[in-house]
């Protein structure tokens, strides 16, 4: 019912860009807030970056800041991550998630994750 699949990931020289997307469906996306997670090899998942329902709010790792540029289009239930000067260190599966409130704690549902690897 519910389904988020991200898609767009693949292989970068360091330096280089990437868009992520992650298409969504079975819930109301638009009254959801939205957020990316990375898991990198050997590490646990951790957040990276989250937008509200009107995408008027968001919030950044320091890691990303400057760097990724999370974004929404609710016409099409479309989150996007605009990732710039990628690092080696930014290697991971990157998964979407839908969660409610302006910052959530928990998040409901999450997609299957797209990988990232950014060699140097």
């Known amino acids: 019912q519910v389904q988020l699949v991200a898609s767009g990931g693949g292989s970068v020289q360091a330096g280089g860009s990437l868009t992520l997307s992650c298409a969504a469906s079975?819930?109301?996306?638009?009254?959801?807030?939205m957020a990316w997670f990375r898991q990198a090899p050997g590490k646990e998942r951790e957040f990276q970056t989250s937008?509200?329902?009107?995408?008027?709010?968001?919030n950044y790792a320091d890691s990303v800041k400057g760097r990724f540029t999370i974004s929404r289009d609710n016409a099409k239930n479309t989150l996007f991550l605009q990732m710039n000067s990628l690092k080696p260190e930014d290697t991971a599966v990157y998964y979407c998630?839908?969660?409610?409130?302006?910052?959530?704690?928990?998040?409901?549902?999450w997609g299957q994750g797209t990988q990232v690897t950014v060699s140097s």
């Open positions: 998630a839908a969660g409610v409130g302006y910052n959530p704690r928990n998040y409901d549902y």
């Open positions: 079975g819930f109301t996306f638009s009254a959801y807030t």
């Open positions: 937008i509200t329902w009107a995408g008027d709010r968001q």
